[in-house]
C-alpha cells in the first residue's frame, strides 16, 4: 500500500505563494500513475485541483488556473504544488493521491491564505 506524506504548508498572505510537496513510497509504479493535489475546506467536498499524468501533461481546476503549477520528479516519488497569487478562498487541507485516488490518504498539509 502506498504512503503519501504531504508537506509545506502554512500561514500566509493574500497573494503570496506556498510550495506543497508529497513523497509517495511503497509504490513501486509510480512513475506510471497520473497524480493529483486534491483540497478539501471546511464544509465542503475534496475537490481535484491539478492533475500531471506520466507524460507530464497538466490539468487544472478553472479555480486554480494560471495560479497553481503541478509538477513531479520521477527520480524522488515526489509532487510538487507551487501556488501563486493565493486567495482566502485557496484555505485548505491539500492532499496529493493518485488519479482515479488510492483509497487511503496522507495526513495532508494545511495552506490558510489570510492577513
Known amino acids: 500500500q502506498a504512503q503519501l506524506v504531504e508537506s509545506g504548508g502554512g500561514l500566509v498572505q493574500p497573494g503570496g505563494s506556498l510550495r506543497i510537496s508529497c513523497a509517495v513510497s511503497?509504490?513501486?509504479?509510480?512513475?506510471?500513475?497520473?497524480m493529483g493535489w486534491y483540497r478539501q475546506a471546511p464544509g465542503k467536498q475534496r475537490e481535484l485541483v491539478a492533475r500531471?499524468?506520466?507524460?507530464?501533461?497538466?490539468t487544472y481546476a478553472d479555480s486554480v488556473k494560471g495560479r497553481f503549477t503541478i509538477s513531479r520528479d520521477n527520480a524522488r516519488n515526489t509532487v510538487y504544488l507551487q501556488m501563486n497569487s493565493l486567495k482566502p478562498e485557496d484555505t485548505a487541507v491539500y492532499y496529493c493521491?493518485?488519479?482515479?485516488?488510492?483509497?487511503?490518504w496522507g495526513q495532508g498539509t494545511q495552506v490558510t491564505v489570510s492577513s
Open positions: 493521491n493518485k488519479d482515479p485516488p488510492y483509497r487511503s
Open positions: 511503497a509504490s513501486p509504479f509510480f512513475r506510471i500513475y497520473p
Open positions: 500531471i499524468d506520466s507524460g507530464g501533461q497538466t
